[in-house]
Protein backbone atom coordinates (compact mmCIF):
# COMPACT_ATOMS: atom_id res chain seq x y z
CA UNK A 1 0.00 0.00 0.00
CA UNK A 2 0.99 3.56 -0.01
CA UNK A 3 3.40 5.03 2.24
CA UNK A 4 1.41 6.49 5.08
CA UNK A 5 -1.50 4.02 4.36
CA UNK A 6 -3.66 4.13 7.48
CA UNK A 7 -4.23 0.58 8.71
CA UNK A 8 -7.27 0.64 11.66
CA UNK A 9 -10.45 -0.75 12.23
CA UNK A 10 -13.89 0.53 13.29
CA UNK A 11 -16.45 0.66 16.05
CA UNK A 12 -19.84 2.81 16.33
CA UNK A 13 -21.02 3.92 19.60
CA UNK A 14 -24.18 2.30 19.65
CA UNK A 15 -22.62 -1.21 18.89
CA UNK A 16 -19.96 -1.05 21.72
CA UNK A 17 -20.00 1.85 24.53
CA UNK A 18 -23.52 0.38 26.45
CA UNK A 19 -23.73 2.97 29.36
CA UNK A 20 -26.75 3.52 27.54
CA UNK A 21 -28.23 5.82 30.27
CA UNK A 22 -25.22 6.81 32.39
CA UNK A 23 -24.36 10.21 33.04
CA UNK A 24 -27.00 11.95 31.17
CA UNK A 25 -27.18 10.18 28.12
CA UNK A 26 -30.43 10.42 26.26
CA UNK A 27 -32.00 6.84 24.30
CA UNK A 28 -31.60 6.26 20.74
CA UNK A 29 -33.51 3.81 18.46
CA UNK A 30 -31.32 1.18 19.38
CA UNK A 31 -31.85 1.34 23.36
CA UNK A 32 -35.79 0.00 22.36
CA UNK A 33 -34.68 -2.54 19.89
CA UNK A 34 -34.44 -5.97 21.39
CA UNK A 35 -31.62 -8.96 19.99
CA UNK A 36 -32.42 -11.00 17.32
CA UNK A 37 -31.06 -13.96 15.08
CA UNK A 38 -30.49 -14.80 11.14
CA UNK A 39 -34.11 -16.24 11.15
CA UNK A 40 -35.77 -13.66 14.48
CA UNK A 41 -35.86 -10.26 13.57
CA UNK A 42 -35.10 -7.73 16.18
CA UNK A 43 -38.11 -5.47 17.52
CA UNK A 44 -38.66 -1.77 18.40
CA UNK A 45 -41.05 -2.07 22.06
CA UNK A 46 -43.56 0.72 23.36
CA UNK A 47 -46.38 0.56 24.99
CA UNK A 48 -49.49 2.21 23.49
CA UNK A 49 -52.39 4.87 24.23
CA UNK A 50 -54.03 1.80 26.67
CA UNK A 51 -50.76 1.28 28.88
CA UNK A 52 -50.32 -2.72 26.79
CA UNK A 53 -47.08 -2.87 25.59
CA UNK A 54 -46.28 -4.47 22.31
CA UNK A 55 -43.08 -4.89 19.66
CA UNK A 56 -43.13 -4.45 15.94
CA UNK A 57 -40.05 -5.56 13.51
CA UNK A 58 -37.09 -3.32 13.40
CA UNK A 59 -36.77 -3.48 9.83
CA UNK A 60 -33.75 -1.69 10.26
CA UNK A 61 -34.40 2.00 11.10
CA UNK A 62 -37.47 3.71 10.11
CA UNK A 63 -40.64 1.79 11.24
CA UNK A 64 -43.59 3.09 13.07
CA UNK A 65 -45.53 2.12 16.42
CA UNK A 66 -49.27 2.78 16.66
CA UNK A 67 -50.87 6.00 16.92
CA UNK A 68 -50.17 7.41 20.46
CA UNK A 69 -47.68 4.58 21.44
CA UNK A 70 -44.60 5.72 22.90
CA UNK A 71 -41.47 4.27 22.50
CA UNK A 72 -40.56 1.87 26.27
CA UNK A 73 -38.11 -0.40 27.47
CA UNK A 74 -39.76 -3.31 28.77
CA UNK A 75 -39.08 -5.49 31.45
CA UNK A 76 -39.37 -8.76 30.07
CA UNK A 77 -37.20 -7.88 26.79
CA UNK A 78 -33.59 -8.21 26.57
CA UNK A 79 -31.80 -4.74 24.80
CA UNK A 80 -28.49 -5.92 23.84
CA UNK A 81 -26.95 -2.41 22.93
CA UNK A 82 -27.70 -1.05 26.24
CA UNK A 83 -24.13 -2.62 27.80
CA UNK A 84 -23.09 -3.73 24.21
CA UNK A 85 -19.60 -4.18 25.65
CA UNK A 86 -19.33 -1.07 27.37
CA UNK A 87 -16.37 0.45 25.99
CA UNK A 88 -17.35 3.18 27.40
CA UNK A 89 -15.71 1.80 31.02
CA UNK A 90 -12.93 -0.26 28.86
CA UNK A 91 -11.90 1.98 26.16
CA UNK A 92 -8.10 2.73 27.69
CA UNK A 93 -7.75 -1.57 27.32
CA UNK A 94 -8.99 -1.30 24.19
CA UNK A 95 -7.17 1.32 22.53
CA UNK A 96 -4.42 -0.43 24.18
CA UNK A 97 -5.15 -3.59 22.27
CA UNK A 98 -5.11 -1.33 19.07
CA UNK A 99 -2.14 0.18 19.74
CA UNK A 100 -0.28 -2.74 20.13
CA UNK A 101 -1.71 -4.39 16.31
CA UNK A 102 -0.21 -1.32 15.36
CA UNK A 103 -3.34 0.87 14.15
CA UNK A 104 -2.49 4.02 12.52
CA UNK A 105 -6.76 5.01 12.60
CA UNK A 106 -8.94 4.01 14.62
CA UNK A 107 -12.74 4.76 13.72
CA UNK A 108 -15.90 5.54 16.01
CA UNK A 109 -18.75 7.35 16.14
CA UNK A 110 -20.16 9.94 18.59
CA UNK A 111 -23.37 8.95 20.48
CA UNK A 112 -25.35 11.88 19.46
CA UNK A 113 -27.64 11.70 22.49
CA UNK A 114 -24.91 11.21 25.00
CA UNK A 115 -23.80 14.99 23.77
CA UNK A 116 -27.44 16.21 23.20
CA UNK A 117 -29.56 13.43 25.15
CA UNK A 118 -32.66 15.19 23.66
CA UNK A 119 -31.53 16.05 20.75
CA UNK A 120 -32.79 19.53 20.38
CA UNK A 121 -31.08 21.40 23.34
CA UNK A 122 -29.35 24.66 23.32
CA UNK A 123 -25.95 23.61 24.98
CA UNK A 124 -24.63 19.95 25.25
CA UNK A 125 -23.92 17.63 28.43
CA UNK A 126 -20.72 18.37 29.33
CA UNK A 127 -19.91 14.68 30.57
CA UNK A 128 -20.36 13.79 27.18
CA UNK A 129 -18.11 16.23 25.66
CA UNK A 130 -15.50 14.74 28.17
CA UNK A 131 -15.36 10.95 27.77
CA UNK A 132 -15.10 11.47 23.79
CA UNK A 133 -12.39 13.87 24.41
CA UNK A 134 -10.55 11.48 26.80
CA UNK A 135 -10.81 8.72 24.01
CA UNK A 136 -9.38 10.88 21.70
CA UNK A 137 -6.54 11.75 24.06
CA UNK A 138 -6.20 8.05 24.40
CA UNK A 139 -5.71 7.69 21.05
CA UNK A 140 -3.36 10.61 20.32
CA UNK A 141 -0.87 8.95 22.84
CA UNK A 142 -0.25 5.92 20.72
CA UNK A 143 -0.44 8.05 17.65
CA UNK A 144 -3.50 6.88 16.31
CA UNK A 145 -5.94 8.78 14.61
CA UNK A 146 -9.69 8.93 15.51
CA UNK A 147 -12.00 8.76 12.13
CA UNK A 148 -15.63 9.79 13.51
CA UNK A 149 -18.47 9.16 12.36
CA UNK A 150 -20.87 12.09 13.12
CA UNK A 151 -23.87 10.07 13.02
CA UNK A 152 -24.36 6.25 13.21
CA UNK A 153 -27.91 4.88 13.46
CA UNK A 154 -29.13 7.20 16.82
CA UNK A 155 -30.33 9.91 15.93
CA UNK A 156 -32.15 10.47 19.75
CA UNK A 157 -35.15 8.80 20.70
CA UNK A 158 -36.90 12.03 21.47
CA UNK A 159 -36.11 13.45 18.34
CA UNK A 160 -37.93 10.34 16.31
CA UNK A 161 -40.83 10.71 18.85
CA UNK A 162 -41.27 14.60 19.33
CA UNK A 163 -40.62 15.55 15.57
CA UNK A 164 -40.91 12.57 13.28
CA UNK A 165 -37.13 12.19 12.61
CA UNK A 166 -36.22 13.14 9.70
CA UNK A 167 -39.19 14.05 8.03
CA UNK A 168 -38.65 16.91 9.88
CA UNK A 169 -36.73 19.66 8.66
CA UNK A 170 -35.92 21.08 11.84
CA UNK A 171 -33.38 18.05 12.26
CA UNK A 172 -31.18 20.33 9.46
CA UNK A 173 -30.32 22.39 12.53
CA UNK A 174 -30.52 20.00 15.32
CA UNK A 175 -28.06 17.77 13.33
CA UNK A 176 -26.07 21.27 12.60
CA UNK A 177 -25.52 22.33 16.34
CA UNK A 178 -24.34 18.71 17.26
CA UNK A 179 -22.01 18.79 14.45
CA UNK A 180 -20.45 22.41 15.29
CA UNK A 181 -20.18 21.03 18.87
CA UNK A 182 -18.44 17.85 17.52
CA UNK A 183 -15.83 20.28 15.39
CA UNK A 184 -15.19 23.12 17.68
CA UNK A 185 -14.50 20.38 21.14
CA UNK A 186 -12.43 17.99 18.88
CA UNK A 187 -10.51 20.42 17.29
CA UNK A 188 -7.01 19.51 16.96
CA UNK A 189 -7.95 15.44 18.50
CA UNK A 190 -10.07 14.62 15.29
CA UNK A 191 -8.96 15.49 11.75
CA UNK A 192 -10.80 12.59 9.68
CA UNK A 193 -14.93 12.52 9.78
CA UNK A 194 -17.90 10.96 8.36
CA UNK A 195 -21.01 12.38 8.19
CA UNK A 196 -23.65 10.02 8.02
CA UNK A 197 -22.99 6.03 8.19
CA UNK A 198 -24.06 4.56 5.05
CA UNK A 199 -26.50 6.88 4.35
CA UNK A 200 -27.57 5.62 1.11
CA UNK A 201 -29.56 2.53 3.60
CA UNK A 202 -32.58 4.74 3.49
CA UNK A 203 -33.10 4.02 -0.39
CA UNK A 204 -31.61 0.40 -0.25
CA UNK A 205 -34.14 -0.49 2.15
CA UNK A 206 -36.96 0.51 -0.27
CA UNK A 207 -35.69 -2.21 -2.39
CA UNK A 208 -35.82 -4.64 0.10
CA UNK A 209 -39.44 -4.40 0.63
CA UNK A 210 -39.57 -4.72 -2.87
CA UNK A 211 -43.15 -3.87 -4.07
CA UNK A 212 -44.68 -2.86 -0.50
CA UNK A 213 -42.34 0.28 -0.76
CA UNK A 214 -44.57 2.75 -3.24
CA UNK A 215 -45.34 6.23 -4.03
CA UNK A 216 -45.85 7.27 0.03
CA UNK A 217 -42.33 5.60 1.61
CA UNK A 218 -40.73 6.62 -2.01
CA UNK A 219 -41.83 10.65 -0.81
CA UNK A 220 -40.68 9.91 2.72
CA UNK A 221 -37.48 8.22 2.22
CA UNK A 222 -36.07 10.76 -0.71
CA UNK A 223 -37.03 13.57 1.43
CA UNK A 224 -35.32 12.73 4.63
CA UNK A 225 -32.35 11.71 2.87
CA UNK A 226 -32.75 14.96 1.35
CA UNK A 227 -32.57 16.52 4.34
CA UNK A 228 -29.49 14.36 5.78
CA UNK A 229 -27.58 15.59 2.43
CA UNK A 230 -28.44 19.13 3.88
CA UNK A 231 -27.40 18.61 7.25
CA UNK A 232 -24.25 16.52 5.87
CA UNK A 233 -23.37 19.87 3.50
CA UNK A 234 -23.53 22.22 6.16
CA UNK A 235 -21.44 20.12 8.70
CA UNK A 236 -18.73 19.86 5.88
CA UNK A 237 -18.92 23.50 5.73
CA UNK A 238 -18.69 23.85 9.35
CA UNK A 239 -15.79 21.93 9.70
CA UNK A 240 -13.59 23.36 7.04
CA UNK A 241 -14.26 26.64 8.41
CA UNK A 242 -13.28 25.40 12.38
CA UNK A 243 -10.41 23.55 11.35
CA UNK A 244 -8.92 23.73 7.45
CA UNK A 245 -6.73 20.61 7.77
CA UNK A 246 -10.30 18.64 8.47
CA UNK A 247 -11.14 15.52 6.05
CA UNK A 248 -14.29 15.02 5.64
CA UNK A 249 -16.16 12.46 4.15
CA UNK A 250 -19.24 10.70 3.10
CA UNK A 251 -19.90 7.06 3.89
CA UNK A 252 -21.96 4.52 1.65
CA UNK A 253 -22.90 1.17 2.08
CA UNK A 254 -20.64 -0.36 -0.71
CA UNK A 255 -22.36 -2.97 -2.50
CA UNK A 256 -21.24 -4.20 -5.88
CA UNK A 257 -23.87 -5.40 -8.13
CA UNK A 258 -24.30 -7.72 -11.38
CA UNK A 259 -26.47 -8.22 -13.57
CA UNK A 260 -27.82 -11.76 -13.46
CA UNK A 261 -28.00 -12.34 -17.27
CA UNK A 262 -27.29 -10.51 -19.90
CA UNK A 263 -30.54 -9.89 -21.02
CA UNK A 264 -30.68 -6.48 -21.94
CA UNK A 265 -33.15 -5.91 -19.63
CA UNK A 266 -31.00 -7.29 -16.74
CA UNK A 267 -28.37 -4.66 -17.88
CA UNK A 268 -30.37 -1.69 -17.77
CA UNK A 269 -31.86 -2.88 -14.36
CA UNK A 270 -28.02 -3.10 -12.61
CA UNK A 271 -27.28 0.30 -14.26
CA UNK A 272 -30.01 1.25 -12.19
CA UNK A 273 -29.85 -0.15 -9.06
CA UNK A 274 -26.36 1.23 -9.07
CA UNK A 275 -27.98 4.65 -9.78
CA UNK A 276 -30.34 4.49 -7.04
CA UNK A 277 -28.71 2.59 -4.19
CA UNK A 278 -25.07 3.55 -4.41
CA UNK A 279 -24.64 6.85 -6.81
CA UNK A 280 -27.72 8.50 -6.20
CA UNK A 281 -26.22 9.66 -2.77
CA UNK A 282 -22.26 9.74 -3.86
CA UNK A 283 -22.87 12.18 -6.65
CA UNK A 284 -24.75 14.46 -4.69
CA UNK A 285 -22.42 14.90 -1.88
CA UNK A 286 -18.99 14.35 -3.99
CA UNK A 287 -20.59 16.48 -6.86
CA UNK A 288 -22.39 18.90 -4.95
CA UNK A 289 -25.78 18.35 -7.18
CA UNK A 290 -28.33 15.67 -7.88
CA UNK A 291 -27.74 13.80 -10.79
CA UNK A 292 -29.31 13.71 -13.93
CA UNK A 293 -30.81 10.31 -13.12
CA UNK A 294 -32.41 11.72 -9.95
CA UNK A 295 -35.43 13.02 -12.15
CA UNK A 296 -36.54 9.23 -13.14
CA UNK A 297 -36.60 8.13 -9.47
CA UNK A 298 -38.42 10.47 -8.36
CA UNK A 299 -41.11 10.24 -11.64
CA UNK A 300 -40.84 6.66 -11.14
CA UNK A 301 -42.88 7.23 -7.63
CA UNK A 302 -44.25 10.57 -8.48
CA UNK A 303 -41.73 11.85 -5.43
CA UNK A 304 -42.14 15.78 -5.41
CA UNK A 305 -39.53 17.13 -2.94
CA UNK A 306 -39.10 20.18 -1.08
CA UNK A 307 -35.78 21.53 -2.03
CA UNK A 308 -35.20 24.86 -1.19
CA UNK A 309 -32.76 27.53 -3.22
CA UNK A 310 -30.50 27.99 0.10
CA UNK A 311 -30.64 23.69 0.22
CA UNK A 312 -29.27 23.81 -3.40
CA UNK A 313 -26.65 25.89 -2.23
CA UNK A 314 -25.68 24.67 0.79
CA UNK A 315 -25.08 20.98 -1.58
CA UNK A 316 -23.01 22.83 -4.00
CA UNK A 317 -20.45 24.28 -1.19
CA UNK A 318 -20.51 21.55 1.03
CA UNK A 319 -18.92 18.53 -0.99
CA UNK A 320 -16.87 15.81 0.87
CA UNK A 321 -13.06 15.33 0.94
CA UNK A 322 -13.01 12.15 0.76
CA UNK A 323 -15.00 9.03 -0.32
CA UNK A 324 -15.62 6.37 2.26
CA UNK A 325 -17.75 3.02 2.35
CA UNK A 326 -17.80 0.10 3.32
CA UNK A 327 -18.18 -3.13 1.46
CA UNK A 328 -18.95 -7.17 2.33
CA UNK A 329 -20.80 -8.34 -0.37
CA UNK A 330 -21.64 -7.90 -4.13
CA UNK A 331 -25.50 -8.69 -5.44
CA UNK A 332 -27.27 -9.68 -8.36
CA UNK A 333 -29.80 -7.65 -10.06
CA UNK A 334 -32.03 -9.76 -12.85
CA UNK A 335 -35.41 -9.02 -14.06
CA UNK A 336 -35.89 -13.21 -14.44
CA UNK A 337 -37.39 -15.20 -12.31
CA UNK A 338 -35.35 -16.07 -9.13
CA UNK A 339 -36.25 -19.10 -6.89
CA UNK A 340 -32.68 -19.14 -4.62
CA UNK A 341 -32.66 -15.57 -3.47
CA UNK A 342 -30.04 -14.40 -0.51
CA UNK A 343 -29.92 -11.66 1.25
CA UNK A 344 -27.91 -9.57 3.81
CA UNK A 345 -26.99 -5.87 4.83
CA UNK A 346 -29.81 -3.82 3.10
CA UNK A 347 -29.89 -5.94 -0.31
CA UNK A 348 -31.51 -8.75 -1.60
CA UNK A 349 -30.73 -10.31 -4.38
CA UNK A 350 -30.10 -14.23 -6.74
CA UNK A 351 -28.42 -16.50 -5.31
CA UNK A 352 -24.35 -15.99 -6.89
CA UNK A 353 -22.95 -19.51 -8.04
CA UNK A 354 -19.38 -18.55 -8.18
CA UNK A 355 -19.27 -16.96 -4.73
CA UNK A 356 -19.56 -18.85 -0.57
CA UNK A 357 -21.44 -17.36 1.74
CA UNK A 358 -21.02 -16.70 5.06
CA UNK A 359 -23.04 -18.44 7.75
CA UNK A 360 -25.51 -15.52 7.93
CA UNK A 361 -25.52 -15.64 4.28
CA UNK A 362 -23.48 -12.83 3.13
CA UNK A 363 -21.83 -13.21 -0.34
CA UNK A 364 -17.90 -13.46 -0.08
CA UNK A 365 -16.61 -11.58 -2.86
CA UNK A 366 -13.47 -9.75 -2.93
CA UNK A 367 -13.18 -9.47 -6.04
CA UNK A 368 -16.50 -7.51 -5.49
CA UNK A 369 -14.12 -4.73 -3.67
CA UNK A 370 -11.49 -4.28 -6.26
CA UNK A 371 -14.65 -3.73 -8.67
CA UNK A 372 -16.24 -0.93 -6.34
CA UNK A 373 -12.98 0.73 -5.57
CA UNK A 374 -12.15 1.36 -9.11
CA UNK A 375 -15.47 2.31 -11.06
CA UNK A 376 -15.73 4.63 -7.68
CA UNK A 377 -12.43 6.33 -7.85
CA UNK A 378 -12.73 6.84 -11.83
CA UNK A 379 -16.50 8.79 -10.92
CA UNK A 380 -15.21 10.76 -8.25
CA UNK A 381 -11.28 10.60 -8.19
CA UNK A 382 -11.27 11.47 -4.38
CA UNK A 383 -9.68 9.48 -2.35
CA UNK A 384 -10.81 6.62 -1.01
CA UNK A 385 -11.27 4.68 2.34
CA UNK A 386 -12.56 1.70 2.80
CA UNK A 387 -13.83 2.27 6.50
CA UNK A 388 -15.95 -1.13 6.96
CA UNK A 389 -14.84 -5.13 5.81
CA UNK A 390 -14.90 -7.83 7.90
CA UNK A 391 -16.76 -11.27 8.75
CA UNK A 392 -19.37 -11.67 11.20
CA UNK A 393 -18.45 -15.33 12.07
CA UNK A 394 -18.92 -17.95 15.06
CA UNK A 395 -15.76 -18.27 17.39
CA UNK A 396 -14.97 -21.36 19.56
CA UNK A 397 -13.08 -20.37 22.85
CA UNK A 398 -10.24 -23.66 23.32
CA UNK A 399 -9.95 -24.75 26.52
CA UNK A 400 -6.44 -23.26 26.81
CA UNK A 401 -7.86 -19.99 26.02
CA UNK A 402 -6.78 -19.58 22.23
CA UNK A 403 -8.97 -18.75 19.49
CA UNK A 404 -8.42 -19.73 16.28
CA UNK A 405 -9.76 -17.73 13.15
CA UNK A 406 -8.14 -18.79 9.64
CA UNK A 407 -11.37 -18.24 8.16
CA UNK A 408 -11.07 -14.64 9.06
CA UNK A 409 -7.54 -14.00 8.46
CA UNK A 410 -8.23 -15.73 5.04
CA UNK A 411 -11.35 -13.39 4.15
CA UNK A 412 -9.36 -10.27 5.24
CA UNK A 413 -6.33 -12.31 3.00
CA UNK A 414 -8.23 -11.75 0.18
CA UNK A 415 -9.85 -8.07 0.48
CA UNK A 416 -6.51 -7.03 1.37
CA UNK A 417 -4.84 -8.54 -1.94
CA UNK A 418 -7.74 -7.10 -3.92
CA UNK A 419 -7.18 -3.45 -2.69
CA UNK A 420 -3.77 -3.99 -3.35
CA UNK A 421 -4.44 -4.76 -6.71
CA UNK A 422 -6.52 -1.36 -7.01
CA UNK A 423 -4.18 0.79 -5.64
CA UNK A 424 -1.64 -0.62 -8.43
CA UNK A 425 -4.07 0.41 -10.95
CA UNK A 426 -4.25 3.60 -9.83
CA UNK A 427 -6.52 4.18 -7.17
CA UNK A 428 -6.18 6.41 -4.75
CA UNK A 429 -6.63 4.03 -1.25
CA UNK A 430 -5.53 6.18 1.74
CA UNK A 431 -6.87 3.82 4.24
CA UNK A 432 -8.50 0.89 6.04
CA UNK A 433 -10.71 -0.15 9.09
CA UNK A 434 -11.67 -3.22 9.28
CA UNK A 435 -15.37 -3.74 10.84
CA UNK A 436 -15.51 -4.74 14.19
CA UNK A 437 -12.33 -4.85 14.99
CA UNK A 438 -13.38 -5.38 18.79
CA UNK A 439 -16.51 -8.13 19.14
CA UNK A 440 -19.61 -5.97 19.01
CA UNK A 441 -23.42 -6.32 18.67
CA UNK A 442 -24.46 -7.03 15.60
CA UNK A 443 -26.48 -3.93 14.16
CA UNK A 444 -28.83 -6.28 11.81
CA UNK A 445 -29.55 -8.84 14.21
CA UNK A 446 -28.56 -7.50 17.51
CA UNK A 447 -26.70 -10.67 18.12
CA UNK A 448 -23.10 -11.00 20.09
CA UNK A 449 -22.21 -14.91 18.57
CA UNK A 450 -21.77 -13.25 15.14
CA UNK A 451 -18.59 -12.37 15.72
CA UNK A 452 -16.10 -9.52 13.49
CA UNK A 453 -13.35 -9.05 16.18
CA UNK A 454 -9.77 -9.54 16.23
CA UNK A 455 -10.31 -9.32 20.32
CA UNK A 456 -12.80 -11.42 21.52
CA UNK A 457 -15.36 -10.46 24.18
CA UNK A 458 -16.76 -12.28 26.81
CA UNK A 459 -20.12 -11.56 26.19
CA UNK A 460 -22.85 -13.23 25.04
CA UNK A 461 -26.09 -13.12 23.11
CA UNK A 462 -28.18 -14.41 26.56
CA UNK A 463 -26.24 -10.65 27.74
CA UNK A 464 -23.95 -12.89 30.24
CA UNK A 465 -19.95 -12.73 30.42
CA UNK A 466 -17.34 -10.92 31.87
CA UNK A 467 -16.63 -8.24 29.55
CA UNK A 468 -13.27 -9.66 29.20
CA UNK A 469 -11.14 -9.24 26.12
CA UNK A 470 -8.63 -11.85 24.77
CA UNK A 471 -6.83 -11.93 21.30
CA UNK A 472 -8.00 -14.03 18.27
CA UNK A 473 -5.00 -15.33 16.02
CA UNK A 474 -5.94 -12.99 13.96
CA UNK A 475 -5.04 -10.10 16.47
CA UNK A 476 -1.06 -11.61 15.31
CA UNK A 477 -2.09 -11.86 11.55
CA UNK A 478 -3.39 -8.15 11.77
CA UNK A 479 -0.49 -6.75 13.64
CA UNK A 480 2.09 -8.57 11.11
CA UNK A 481 0.04 -6.63 7.84
CA UNK A 482 0.54 -3.59 9.57
CA UNK A 483 3.53 -3.66 10.34
CA UNK A 484 4.68 -4.62 6.82
CA UNK A 485 2.47 -2.07 5.11
CA UNK A 486 0.54 -4.73 3.71
CA UNK A 487 2.99 -6.67 1.90
CA UNK A 488 3.31 -9.75 4.39
CA UNK A 489 -0.36 -11.66 3.82
CA UNK A 490 0.63 -14.95 4.98
C1 LIG B 1 -22.96 -1.91 8.42
C2 LIG B 1 -23.08 -0.97 9.59
O1 LIG B 1 -24.21 -1.96 7.82
O2 LIG B 1 -22.66 -3.24 8.64
C3 LIG B 1 -22.57 -1.50 10.91
O3 LIG B 1 -22.52 0.29 9.33
C4 LIG B 1 -22.88 -2.98 11.01
O4 LIG B 1 -23.14 -0.75 11.95
C5 LIG B 1 -22.15 -3.69 9.88
O5 LIG B 1 -22.58 -3.54 12.24
C6 LIG B 1 -22.27 -5.19 9.92
O6 LIG B 1 -23.62 -5.58 9.99
P1 LIG B 1 -24.15 -6.55 11.11
O7 LIG B 1 -25.61 -6.61 10.89
O8 LIG B 1 -23.47 -7.85 10.87
O9 LIG B 1 -23.77 -5.94 12.40
Known amino acids: ?75 DELYPNHDAIDFYHHYKGDIALFAQMGFKIFRMSVSWSRLYPNGDEATPNQKGIEFYRNVFKECQKYGIEPLVSIWHFD ?77 SARAVKIGHEVDGNNMIGCMICGITFYPGTCDPKDIIANRHMWEKSIFYCGDVQCKGKYPTFAKRLWDEH ?74 IYDRYELPLMVVENGLGAFDTVEEDGAIHDPYRIEYFRMHIAEMEQAYRNGVDLIGYTTWGCIDLVSAGTGEMRKRYGFIYVDKHDDGSGTMARSKKDSFYWYKKVIESNGADLD
Not at 37 to 45: A, D, G, I, K, Q
Not at 55 to 70: C, D, Q, R
Not at 307 to 327: C, H, N, Q, R
Open 1 to 75: MKKGFLWGGAIAANQAEGAWNVDGRGPAMTDVTTGGSVNEPRYVTYIDKDGKPGKIPAHGHGSKIPEGAKYAVLE
Open 155 to 231: TPLYLEENYDGWNNRKLIDFYERFARTCFEEFKGLVKYWLTFNEINNTVMMLNLFGNSAGAKEHQQAYQQLHHQFVA
Open 302 to 375: DVKLEITDADLKDLAEGTVDMYTFSYYMSSIVTTHEVNDKVSGNFSAGARNEYLQYSDWGWALDPIGLRYYLEM
